[in-house]
């Protein structure tokens, strides 16, 4: 059967909707020359970090001299990072009734260092803000809440939050919530119960990004079948080349795409690489047993037991472990750009909540090597911006919109 004209035409639209975003390989000296002018022009956004933890318990300063943390106001620059999304985390198994409080602890925790070092940081609650402090010279922080648990089960939380500078929240953690499944636990409500809909209409009033990062896969496809704005997935990676819970199917991110949302690029090796992922897991019950015994011990010692005493012990029992290279970063933005489209890829390190990144990308300061490494592989000078933080501005502004929408309406 001879096909037509008008149907080779449609046949070759959808072949090249699928090719990647990028030409050829470029030589070293053109890559370079490439990645120098985008460090200069594009707001690098980095949508994780979870260094108020830091900040909060062990008093860490981010202007610290020689910081031994993945997040310092030095790396920032060194890394031409333009803002930050820190996580304002607690874990899963915190006492219930001082969830919120510790919440705002490490609320409080950043706002004193944005005060401390307003010469060099700024506290940003839309896209307009961000691009402004970056004309200004200035770091941009936003605040992200990981885990649902954090409002109990409380819809007026989120307007809390909203307030003090909070613009996307995880849905879950690593355990379900009274009203989402998360991917790190067993099912219990078949993804979003209708209170976990009101949370994501919440959200969506209020013009805070709804972030599918640790959900299950019911939990995000309920979400997109919910909400009115774009979403993201703050910290998440490719399921085909590392198939964890955690990471996105080719589905998910054809759907997320659809939805017009980013998933940002975890840099946790255990979400780039299925070899370190299953090392990792063979000696994980291990490693935990030697923290608890190390916390123990200081405690009968009258000494404490920080965050950098765990990290090392941590980091001594992963070093024999088989630790990719950065460039496994771009092979997953490659393959996300490849499934998704060259719109919907960002990056989500993830810096100061995992024991170690990959090598070369120990810290925020390494970010324009990563940078080089894309323009190495044949991105463009405008598709490298988008990557770096042109689609997430983008999102946020589409999620602003959509709040004045919605609240126009009542």
């Given at each position: 059967?001879?096909?037509?004209p008008?149907?080779?035409g ?7 909707s ?5 030409s050829?390989q470029?030589?070293?000296?053109e890559a370079e020359k490439?990645?120098?002018?985008v460090?200069?022009?594009a ?6 970090a979870?260094t108020?933890?830091?900040l909060?318990?062990?008093g ?7 910081s ?8 920032m620059r ?7 999304f ?7 198994g915190w ?8 919440a705002?602890?490490l ?8 005060a ?10 839309s896209a ?8 200004q ?6 605040l ?11 819809l007026?939380?989120l307007d809390i939050?909203?307030?003090l ?9 690593t ?19 209708d209170?976990g ?7 969506n ?17 309920d979400?997109?079948?919910v ?5 993201i997935?703050?910290h ?11 990471n996105?199917s080719?589905?998910?991110i ?28 063979k000696?994980?019950?291990?490693m ?6 190390a916390r ?6 009258g000494?404490?037991f ?6 090392a012990i941590?980091?001594?029992m ?14 997953h933005i490659?393959h996300a ?6 719109d919907h890829v960002?990056l ?11 090598q ?6 390494k970010?324009p090597?990563?940078?080089r ?6 991105y ?6 988008k ?11 589409q ?6 929408e ?5």
């Open positions: 059967m001879q096909t037509s008008r149907a080779l449609i046949l070759l639209a959808c072949t090249l699928v090719l990647p975003a990028f050829a470029r030589p070293p000296g490439v990645a120098e002018r460090l200069q022009q707001i690098i956004m980095d949508t994780h979870d108020p933890q830091m909060l318990d062990e860490y300063d981010l202007a610290q001299p020689d031994p943390y993945m997040v310092s106001i030095a790396k060194q890394g031409h990072l333009g803002a930050e820190f996580s304002i985390w607690v874990d899963v006492p219930k009734d001082d969830l919120i409080h510790h705002l602890d609320i409080a925790a950043v706002d004193e260092q944005l401390r070092h307003a010469n060099a940081l700024g506290a940003a609650g307009d803000e961000i691009v402004r402090l970056h004309l010279g200035k770091i941009a922080i936003l992200g809440v990981e885990g649902g648990h954090i409002i109990q089960d409380d007026r939380t939050y909203y307030r500078g909070v613009r996307y929240m995880t849905l879950t953690h355990a379900n919530t009274q009203w989402a499944d998360s991917s790190g636990d067993q099912p219990k409500w078949n993804g979003l119960t209170f809909r009101q949370v994501v209409e919440r959200m009033r209020l013009g805070m990004m709804v972030d599918v990062s640790h959900v299950s896969d019911k939990t995000f496809y979400a997109l079948a909400t009115q704005a774009p979403v997935a703050s998440s990676s490719c399921r085909a080349l590392c198939d964890v819970p955690r996105m080719d589905d998910m054809r759907a997320l795409a659809k939805n017009g949302g980013v998933m940002d690029i975890n840099f946790y090796p255990g979400f780039l690489s299925k070899a370190f992922a299953d090392a990792y897991q000696i994980e019950k291990q935990g047993k030697e923290v608890d015994a123990q011990r200081s405690a009968r010692q000494k404490r920080s965050y950098l005493d765990e990290k941590e980091r001594s992963l070093k024999d472990l088989p630790l990719p290279s950065y460039t496994v970063i771009a092979d490659d750009v490849q499934v998704g489209g060259i960002g989500g390190s993830d810096f100061d909540g995992i024991e170690c990144g990959p070369g990308m120990e810290d925020v300061s970010l090597d990563l940078v490494e894309l323009a190495r592989r044949g463009s000078e405008q598709d490298l911006k990557i770096l933080g042109g689609n997430l501005l983008r999102v946020m502004r999620v602003e919109r959509a709040s004045r919605m609240r126009g309406r009542n």
